[in-house]
Every structure is written in structure tokens, then in C-alpha cells.
């Protein structure tokens, strides 16, 4: 099975901020890696697909970067609508998330 | 407008069983996969398993922690996937999530969720 570790697991910011979320597989996932964001109370949300491509309609101050077993989720400017939890998820084999990252309002 | 819509949730006591459905609006449900999930209150997301299309021969693949227990199925004809819960656990309990691909096997759409709580 192919662990993921996600860190840091909370991550305080303010608006405007350029914020970095990482994750690390246990082995190379060959760019086999997606991102999610989620709010309390909904589904969560696709922001980006093998490794660096943007999901219709997501801003474009997300981006994915990464090869291997090292990977991350930038957001350029922090907006007041980003503050969320987010997720990294393996697809090489079968489907592994991280732990999850939660964003909080400094 | 695309739409995946949960039911069947609710509270079970521990060993009994359970069905959830998926039902699909706004798009050709028989040409894409479908993937069920979880998350336990408070905790991280889990994936379940998926079915393939019937062009895919409708393959299912399952996590660990639920195969031999959990059984997904689909039924076209209605734009309905199926989750069938088998001895049900406590730690089984948690909102449970269907989606569908956007890509080959990557999670684009989801449902709102339905909460399964399992309890004596």
C-alpha cells in the first residue's frame, strides 16, 4: 500500500499570503497525484489532477507542482474563500488521501 | 446541471446491513465510473471502491478495510450506483460520499453526502 503524509496538518495565514502544502508518498507515484479542497459540511472539491494540471474553473493562483514522492499545493494570494481543509490523494494504486491540511484565518 | 444525490443513510445497529444509493441527473450516467467514500466525524477522507463502466466490464475494485463486507453495483437503465454495507462496524460510521470521474479515475463530481451512523 502506498502511504501519503501531509504536512503540515494546520497551517495559519492571512489573506494574501502565498501558502505551501506538502505531501510525501512512501513510493513514486509517476505525477499520479490530485489535490481537494473541502468545507465544513460539503463535499470536497477537485483543484488539481496529476500533479500540476488546474481543474476547470479553479483559480489560478492554486498550482501543483512535484515528481516522485514529493509534491505541493501553492496558493499565490490567499483569499478569504480558501480558508478550508485540504487533501492530497494518491492514484497510482488503488486511492491513499493524506491527512488533510487545514487553512485557518490567522 | 451535473448532479450525483445520496440516500439511504441513517442509523444501524453494529452487525446489520445496510444499502446506499447514488442517483445521478444531468449527464450520461453510463459511460463514466462512480466511487464511493467516507469520512468519519471529525477525521480525514477514506476511499471505498468504484465500478467501472459496462464498456470496462463493470469492474470493481475495493479498499481493504471494507472487501468481503462492502459490495458496490450499478443499474444504468435508473442512473443508480449502489453501496451494500455487509456487518456493519462502529467504526464504520461517518458520511458517505459518491462520485463521479472526470477524468480516467480521478474524482471530479461529488454528491452532497448521507450519514451512516452505526450504534446499538
Known amino acids: 500500500d502506498i502511504q501519503m503524509t501531509q504536512s503540515p496538518s494546520t497551517l495559519s495565514a492571512s489573506v494574501g499570503d502565498r501558502v505551501i502544502i506538502t505531501c510525501r508518498a512512501s513510493?513514486?507515484?509517476?505525477?499520479?497525484l490530485a489535490w481537494y479542497q473541502q468545507k465544513p459540511g460539503r463535499a470536497p472539491k477537485l483543484l488539481i489532477y496529476?500533479?500540476?494540471n488546474l481543474e476547470n474553473e479553479v483559480p489560478s493562483r492554486f498550482s501543483g507542482s512535484g515528481s516522485g514522492t514529493e509534491f505541493t499545493l501553492t496558493i499565490s494570494s490567499l483569499q478569504s474563500d480558501d480558508f478550508a481543509t485540504y487533501y492530497c490523494?494518491?492514484?497510482?494504486?488503488?486511492?491513499?488521501f493524506g491527512q488533510g491540511t487545514k487553512l485557518e484565518i490567522k | 446541471e451535473v448532479q450525483l444525490v445520496e440516500s439511504g443513510g441513517g442509523l444501524v445497529q453494529p452487525g446489520r446491513s445496510l444499502r446506499l444509493s447514488c442517483t445521478s441527473s444531468?449527464?450520461?450516467?453510463?459511460?463514466?465510473?462512480v466511487s464511493w467514500f467516507r469520512q468519519a466525524p471529525g477525521k480525514g477522507l477514506e476511499w471505498i471502491g468504484y465500478?467501472?463502466?459496462?464498456?470496462?466490464?463493470?469492474?470493481?475494485e475495493y479498499a481493504a478495510s471494507v472487501k468481503g463486507r462492502f459490495t458496490i453495483s450499478r443499474d444504468d437503465s435508473e442512473g443508480i450506483a449502489y453501496l451494500q454495507m455487509n456487518s456493519l462496524k462502529i467504526e464504520d460510521t461517518g458520511v458517505y460520499y459518491c462520485?463521479?470521474?472526470?477524468?480516467?479515475?480521478?474524482?471530479?463530481?461529488w454528491g452532497q453526502g448521507t450519514l451512516v451512523t452505526v450504534s446499538s
Open positions: 462520485s463521479r470521474d472526470v477524468y480516467e479515475y480521478i474524482w471530479g463530481t
Open positions: 444531468g449527464f450520461t450516467f453510463g459511460v463514466y465510473a
Open positions: 465500478i467501472k463502466s459496462k464498456a470496462y466490464g463493470e469492474t470493481t
Open positions: 513510493q513514486s507515484l509517476n505525477g499520479w
Open positions: 496529476k500533479a500540476s
Open positions: 490523494l494518491q492514484y497510482k494504486s488503488a486511492y491513499t
